[in-house]
């Protein structure tokens, strides 16, 4: 384990949640709404009748130029300034999609991920020889859970649908063209679901520089898990809470869709 925490999981959550969500299922151009006919009140003469066209859809900018358009969405959803606080505001699509593919993996390279460092080190006790995590650590990201928090799962999953193209374009140049990118992202919040609940404190070695899971089990899990299991188990127990409302809103949406698809 790290010293120096590349990312929690709050942020993720702001990733697998309030921008993750966005990256719901779409596996073909939606279909064009029919024209809303409504007919007006009874007069002298035939009936006349009025067509509500649907709303048009706002123009997607490049995924080079996205990140703009992608802090002005993020801020509708969230507190500006606090998102200014954590986030790297270049190439966020991309780093969003690289984090979410690496999430279950081993390794999470520090240059793929759109936000910035947790404050301070990470916090061990050491007694008699023994290393554990510090009851203290957990208070280094009230920063992230205070986002997590502002997180309204409907909201962000809605918000989806304008933004989809650009994440599944940065998925396909990640290296999975013909693949879609939300089932990697619900294979990430699952992987995150199934992240062991830690009773602490926890136990620590450091063989060398780093330190590590003194279980072994612990020690081969994700690195997604291992922030989860770091962070502290009222914030992870936070943050599974809200991952599972997402992955609700996600299903309830791919269902909606599924169903409107067998019109």
Known sequence: MKKKII??????????????????????????????????????????????????????????????????VLSGLFNKESLLDIFLVQHIIRKIVATVDNLPRQHLPPNVVPVKRASGRFMVEAKEGIYTISVKNSARYSVYMKIVEMIEARKVVEAYVSLYPLFQKAYEELGYPGKYFNDCLLATIDNLLAAPEMKEPVRLVQPKVFYMYENTELESCSSGQKILMRIGRKNAAIIKDKLREIKKQIMLNLQEKKIADRK
Do not use: C, H, R, T
């Not at 009874?42 to 490049?62: F, H, T």
């Open 7 to 72: 990312i929690i999981v709050g942020a993720i959550l702001v990733i697998g949640g309030g921008i993750v969500a966005f990256l719901l299922w779409q596996s073909k151009p939606e279909s064009v709404p029919e024209p809303v006919v409504a007919a007006l009140p009874a007069q002298q003469g035939p009936p006349q009748m009025i067509v509500a066209l649907p709303p048009e859809k706002p123009q997607l900018p490049g995924l080079n130029e996205s990140d703009e358009y992608m802090l002005d």
